[in-house]
């Protein structure tokens, strides 16, 4: 009778405590773990929506760029975080990919995270250094296929979504190109508008200032319609390649055994935040097609994925580092 009024006690304490957590959520700083380098486009929204949940909360909401391991060092971070919705992670269409490529993970990418929202859709688009002799894709096909091996490309890392979309469009077209790994596409970026490598893919948002101010050219954008922030750019499609679209995504992933009711009201604040016009606005200007889903639409989703994304790594025989 003893141990069973004292289990009775403990579980009464225990939910007693949860209760008291979800009533005082936030009651501190949040974390928002974005698991690739700072600049592109995964930290451009992590800090947009960072600014807006300070604002609703009145709690500070910090951006920890944490790259390394294509998403894995950020992801085993928040997987093995306190799970009480302080520490959260913005993914994108890299971490499905991860999940595929790497046979062992220090985290499950499914059973270790609780799905909170899908953010965001971001069509990829192909840019080159403006010394490349190529308006246009199929000039640039064309250039490459006179000159086997001899043009470099930049990708956010082994297995990348950068490194398999540029894999897939050399499969496509017949060309090749030398593969340059970075630790995020940012970096990657930078040396394309240097000069060091030749041509790369990337969201839009990093790469659209660049673009207006002449520093990189854009050869095509694989979303499935033209962007209304760059309107002259074609897609790959009318370029030469209708069977070819290539567009990643942002969501945002807690720790496993979040409080239910912490994954409501983050699903809820974000959701509202995400379709405010005036964030409608600045994410359709850079390129950015904002989405809000609920948190099981948010897992089917991821969970599909990663299916898609372990298939192409498959065909593709491509292994992590």
């Known amino acids: 009778m003893r141990r069973v009024t004292h289990s009775l006690i403990c579980g009464a304490l225990l939910m007693l405590a949860a209760f008291s957590t979800v009533a005082a959520y936030p009651d501190h700083p949040i974390r928002i773990v974005v698991p690739v380098a700072a600049g592109g486009g995964n930290d451009i929204v992590a800090r947009m929506l960072a600014q807006k949940l300070t604002e609703a909360w009145g709690q500070a909401v910090v951006v920890d760029n944490r790259p390394g391991a294509a998403t894995a060092i950020g992801g085993e971070i928040v997987a093995k975080a306190i799970p009480d919705g302080h520490t959260i992670m913005l993914t994108s269409v890299s971490f499905a990919i991860n999940a595929g490529m790497r046979a062992k993970l220090p985290f499950d990418p499914v059973r270790d995270f609780a799905p909170i929202t899908q953010v965001a859709r971001v069509p990829q688009i192909m840019v080159v250094n403006p010394a490349v002799p190529a308006t246009t894709l199929a000039e640039f096909i064309a250039l490459a296929k006179a000159q086997p091996g001899k043009i470099n490309y930049a990708s956010a890392g082994t297995g990348s979504s950068t490194h398999l979309a540029m894999e897939i469009f050399m499969d496509m077209t017949g060309i090749r190109l030398n593969h340059v790994p970075y630790k995020g596409t940012a970096p990657g970026l930078t040396d394309v508008i240097a000069g060091h490598v030749q041509v790369t893919f990337d969201a839009i948002p990093p790469t659209l200032p660049h673009i207006r101010s002449g520093r990189v050219r854009a050869l095509a954008i694989g979303g499935p319609q033209r962007f209304p922030t760059l309107p002259e750019v074609p897609t790959l499609a009318e370029a030469g390649l209708p069977n070819y679209t290539f567009q990643s995504w942002f969501g945002i992933l807690a720790p496993a055994r979040t409080p239910e009711a912490v994954v409501r009201a983050l699903n809820r604040e974000l959701v509202r935040i995400i379709r405010l016009p005036e964030t409608r606005k600045v994410f359709i200007e850079l390129g950015i097609e904002p989405l809000g889903t609920s ?16 298939d192409v790594m498959r065909v593709h025989n491509i292994r992590g580092e």
């Open 295 to 310: 948190p099981e639409e948010y897992g089917k989703y991821l969970g599909a994925e990663i299916a898609r994304w372990s």
